[in-house]
């Protein structure tokens, strides 16, 4: 099995900054994508940015220029700076990888989720 550990969450005031972690571990061979998706309340789950294992990277449009992500293939692990919070990024940050086993054989895991909560 795969496990994902997320940590970082917490209340902050609009214009702060947090920094998410999440560390992959288990049954890992070759991880490719590595990223972190939201849900607010009420809502979908989407997403807010990811890396390949090439880095190239991919943002949602409300978070380009305030939020950064990066990753150490080293230690598994993916890391969401985000600055400039505003009370739309509230909700449960999940992070989440696609390992590969062979070049057919692949799984997607998600963390449990850590809570942000942008607010005065």
């Known amino acids: 099995q795969v496990q994902l550990v997320e940590s970082g969450g917490g209340l902050v005031q609009p214009g702060g900054s947090l920094r998410l972690s999440c560390e992959a571990s288990?049954?890992?061979?070759?991880?490719?994508?590595m990223g972190w998706y939201r849900q607010a309340p009420g809502k979908q789950r989407d997403l807010v940015a990811t890396?390949?294992?090439?880095?190239?990277?991919e943002y949602a449009d409300s978070v380009k220029g305030r939020f950064a992500i990066s990753r150490d293939n080293t230690k598994n692990t993916v890391n969401l700076q985000a600055d400039s919070l505003k009370p739309e990024d509230t909700g449960v940050y999940y992070c989440?990888?696609?390992?590969?086993?062979?070049?057919?054989?692949?799984?997607?895991?998600w963390g449990q989720g850590t809570q942000v909560t942008v607010s005065s």
């Open positions: 989440t990888i696609r390992n590969y086993w062979s070049d057919f054989v692949w799984g997607d895991f």
């Open positions: 288990g049954n890992i061979f070759a991880i490719n994508t």
């Open positions: 890396m390949s294992s090439g880095g190239k990277t």
